[in-house]
């Protein structure tokens, strides 16, 4: 089983920012490589939703919303099995929780393609 650790939520006023880090480990071996790791968020009575996500190989996947673009940032460091979620000028209908996700992990010679999410971290962001 792979543990994924976020940390960096709380709240914001609007216009603020906010760094969302999470950590990707395991118990029994440790971790070679990560395919995709990246950050999904849920609204209070919406469905789960994509942010961002980022391949090892650096490539970056942002949700197909203009209201993220330019004000989110996603960066991985491979190195600590890492990922990253810079968010600048947030916006109260960014107010979620926000979850790690990891998917194809290399571990112990084996491969593992199933996907693993994080308990996810609030953000909110209210004046």
């Known amino acids: 089983q792979v543990q994924l650790v976020e940390s960096g939520g709380g709240l914001v006023q609007p216009g603020g920012s906010l760094r969302l880090s999470c950590a990707a480990s395991k118990t029994i071996s440790s971790i070679a490589m990560i395919n995709v790791m990246g950050w999904y968020r849920q609204a209070p009575g919406k469905e789960r939703e994509l942010v961002a996500v980022?391949?090892?190989?650096?490539?970056?996947?942002?949700a197909d919303a203009d209201s993220l673009k330019g004000r989110f940032t996603v960066s991985r460091d491979n190195a600590k099995n890492t990922v990253y979620l810079q968010m600048n000028s947030l916006e109260p209908e960014d107010t979620a929780v926000y979850f790690c996700?990891?998917?194809?992990?290399?571990?112990?010679?084996?491969?593992?393609?199933?996907?693993?999410w994080g308990q996810g971290t609030q953000v909110t962001v209210s004046s």
């Open positions: 996700y990891a998917a194809g992990v290399t571990s112990g010679g084996v491969f593992d393609a199933s996907p693993y």
């Open positions: 980022e391949s090892r190989t650096g490539s970056t996947n942002y």
